[in-house]
């Protein structure tokens, strides 16, 4: 959506200069000649495409099986529709008029339609596509850096106004305790040493193929956990997660909190509440683990494995 913003953008803006009114009904024409010669109505194919590829990277990265790429294909439809539909240049080309007889002289319009009927313009607008193309990708090489600095100010931000609202706070007059964990219920202390350790499940999937999964639970409340899909034909698309997990009464908890991709943490939404789940615990002993969604009552078995077991071929 963006980047169709930034090409209308681009046309409606090439050159900036005082506007001065004059006949509306002879500048509306001029304007329309105009935008026929730059091709406008054209111009929005290639981001159409963008958003198409852009869907593909979306499913590769969700690590989906090749044979649900028919969803894919239909929410893309769906999406490039909707745009189609609510961007076509019918539907804006009224707008996109006025927005030059707004802002240019009628000498002005003449001017460009001259500049643009000559062959050095033609050859512009053949390019522009390709130039936005070209420019938006080099500034994507530059955004994970940003991205990281400002997750870096923001993280900042967040623990100065944490800590001028603690000095704010009156001073308690007792001191603060310890949390003494031999008071935490029994069942607690009993389960959360028993989940400690990987875990290995794995199930067969309604087109046939398989899933499987390894979940390293660690003491400190931190996890890891590697998922393989195999489809009919063999394939098979693996993904690692990482986030927090934990224990209260007879529920077991997971907070996703990242993908790891080429061995770097890729923040998960944490305002999403998809990326939590909990599970009724049916059965925990030292080797096997048994677990039920608390939403859609899937079961899931898993079984304790070495801390080097790896999937099996």
Do not use: C
């Amino acid at each position: 959506m963006k980047t169709l913003l930034l090409v209308m953008a681009i046309v409606a803006l090439s050159v900036l200069s005082p506007a001065a009114y004059g006949d509306e009904t002879s500048q509306k024409a001029i304007v329309e000649d105009l935008l026929k010669t730059m091709k406008v109505d054209q111009i929005t194919k290639p981001v159409f495409d963008q958003v198409r590829s852009m869907m593909e990277q979306k499913f590769a990265q969700m690590g989906a099986p090749e044979d649900m790429r028919p969803i894919l294909k239909k929410y893309t439809d769906k999406l490039v529709d909707t745009m189609e539909q609510s961007l076509s240049w019918q539907n804006i080309k009224e707008d996109m008029i006025n927005v030059y007889v707004h802002l240019f002289t009628e000498d002005e319009l003449k001017g460009m339609l001259a500049f643009y009927k000559s062959p050095v313009g033609q050859s512009v607008i053949d390019k522009m596509p390709a130039t936005l193309q070209l420019s938006m990708a080099a500034m994507q090489k530059h955004m994970p850096e940003v991205q990281e600095k400002v997750k870096k100010l923001d993280d900042e931000l967040a623990e100065e106004v944490k800590a001028e609202i603690q000095k704010k706070k009156p001073v308690s007059k007792i001191s603060p305790q310890a949390k003494d964990t031999t008071k935490l219920p029994a069942t607690r202390r009993a389960k959360w040493p028993l989940l400690v350790g990987k875990w290995f499940g794995s199930t067969s999937t309604k087109e046939g193929g398989k899933y499987m999964w390894i979940a390293d639970e660690r003491n400190d409340g931190s996890h890891t956990i590697q998922f393989r899909t195999i489809d009919p034909a063999g394939k098979k698309v693996d993904k690692i997660e990482s986030g927090e997990w934990g224990v209260s009464g007879d529920v077991y908890f997971e907070i996703y909190k990242a993908d790891i991709r080429d061995g770097k943490p890729v923040p998960a939404d944490p305002t999403n509440p998809a990326n939590r789940d909990a599970y009724k615990i049916i059965t925990l002993t030292q080797e096997l683990f048994v677990y039920e969604g608390m939403d859609d009552g899937v079961r899931f078995e898993a079984r304790k494995v070495p801390s080097d077991f790896t999937f099996p071929e």
